[in-house]
Structure formats: C-alpha cells, structure tokens
C-alpha cells in the first residue's frame, strides 16, 4: 500500500515530466532552424523520460513490484542520458555538413574549421582578435614593455 506521500511525489514528478514535454513541444514549433529545434526536441526526450522514469521507479518501489521493472527503468535511464546528448550532437553536425544554416551567425563555428567551409559566424568581439593572441614570445615581450597587467 503506497502512501498520501509517495503518491503526490509519483504524481508531482509525472507532471515535471508532462510539463517539459509540452515546453519542449512548443520550442520545437516555434525555434526558427533546426539548431534550435534539436536542442529542444533532445530536451523533451532528456528531462521528460528522466522524470517519467524517476515516477515509475518509485512507483514499483511503493508499490513493492518485481525490482526486475525498477532495474530495467533505471537502466532506460542511463541509456537516455548517455545517448541523447551524443545523437543529438550528431544529428546537428551531419545538419551543418549538409548545408543547414543558423537563423543568426553562430558566435563560434568551430565546424568549419572541421569541415574546410566558411565560417557562419558574425563578430561580437569588442576587442580586435590582436588582444586575444598572445603567445608564450610576446606575451613576455610586452610584460618587459609593461603592456600585461
């Protein structure tokens, strides 16, 4: 027999799951390329199985169901926590090779670099890239002429 508190920690974490699920949904319809539409669709899959999972857990748990069902769930939890960040990383990089662009200029494209392409990036710096270079040589040199802090 499962208890008031059990079942309102099942039933909290059951609409945790829904309640991103729908966000989610709603970030797929209204992210304006597909960058966007990944991060969120790998999110849905992420936090709201996660969730989903966590309830049916401790619904066996309570419920005092074969540990067979809680060791498989736990198990489908690992394996969407590891496989979704890779497949999702994946997904958007066979999108960029294959000519998908951003909506805006990425800040960094470090892909292009990868894949021999002109970069889809736009400069945000406020500082010219000089004052980001500084080797080992000439970080020295202009610590001798007191221009490093």
């Not at 199985?49 to 067979?68: D, E, F, K, Q, R």
């Not at 500082?127 to 000439?138: K, N």
């Amino acid at each position: 027999m499962m208890s008031t508190v059990m079942t309102a920690i099942i039933a909290v974490l059951l609409i945790i799951g829904a309640f991103f699920a729908l966000i989610g949904t709603m970030g797929i319809l209204r992210m304006p390329d597909v960058f966007g539409r990944m991060q969120a669709s790998t999110c849905i899959a992420t936090l709201s199985t996660i969730c989903v999972n966590l309830a049916g857990i401790l619904y066996v748990i309570t419920a005092g169901l074969s540990a067979g069902t809680a060791v498989k769930l736990v198990i489908l939890a690992v394996f969407v926590l590891v496989t979704n960040p890779i497949s999702n990383h994946a997904l958007c990089k066979a999108a960029y090779r294959i000519g998908c662009k951003p909506a805006e200029p990425f800040c960094v494209d470090d892909l292009a670099a990868d894949f021999g392409e002109e970069a889809h990036t736009h400069n945000t710096a406020d500082l010219p890239d000089s004052a980001f270079d500084v080797s080992g040589a000439d970080a020295s040199q202009q610590a001798e002429e007191g221009e490093l802090q």
